[in-house]
């Protein structure tokens, strides 16, 4: 009995970090059987947590509301984690590839917003990206677009793990920044 509390427990606790989820895209597909053709729903949804964890998945239903359900769950059960620099912007610029779909992302100074095209802004504000350029070159089938997206979101690598893989500091990875911008206010200052 406490063994199974205990389960519910931890189930609860997993479900309990809100996802947000979007909607992407959904088609009316059809089989054709002998009496005719049936007809049904595809649904690509994307799902995260905005604050670094996205994943992505599609569902197949006669309703719109179920295909969109199981869509959401395999979202759910397959999400990556990606790490973000200040929370806002990637670390470095990337490209993405699936099939025939490419995609460049760049990171982005404070303040310019997500530049990019439907499919991969879902990607992009479902993981908390606030400040992004991005942009599809090939496909623009949609599952393509958002497969390309988080093949290049899993290359993305902070400075904290490639210092810790090469064993070295954050400091002698990263590279060294100019004290151009404070002399210069230093000089004005005293102007």
């Known amino acids: 009995m406490a063994r199974e509390d205990n389960r519910r427990d931890r189930r609860e606790r997993d479900e309990a970090p809100e996802f947000a989820d979007r909607l992407v895209a959904i088609n009316r597909v059809s089989k054709t059987v002998k009496g005719g053709k049936r007809f049904g729903f595809a649904a690509l949804v994307v799902v995260g947590d905005q604050k670094g ?3 992505f998945g599609k569902g197949k239903a006669k309703e719109v509301p179920e295909a969109i359900r199981k869509a959401t769950e395999q979202a759910k059960r397959q999400m990556i984690r990606v790490p973000l620099r200040e929370g806002r912007t990637l670390h470095h610029d990337i490209q993405g590839r699936w099939g025939a779909g490419k995609v460049v992302m760049r990171t982005a100074p404070q303040g310019t917003g997500i530049i990019a095209g439907g499919p991969m802004r879902a990607v992009f504000e479902m993981l908390g990206i606030q400040d992004v350029v991005a942009k599809s070159v090939g496909s623009q089938n949609p599952y393509n677009m958002i497969r390309a ?7 993305e690598q902070s400075p904290r793990s490639v210092a810790q893989r090469r064993g070295k500091k954050v400091a002698d990875i990263l590279p060294k920044r100019e004290d151009a911008p404070q002399e210069s206010a230093q000089v004005a200052e005293e102007a």
Do not use: I, M
């Open 53 to 55: 964890r996205v994943g």
């Open 149 to 155: 997206t988080l093949d290049g979101l899993k290359k």
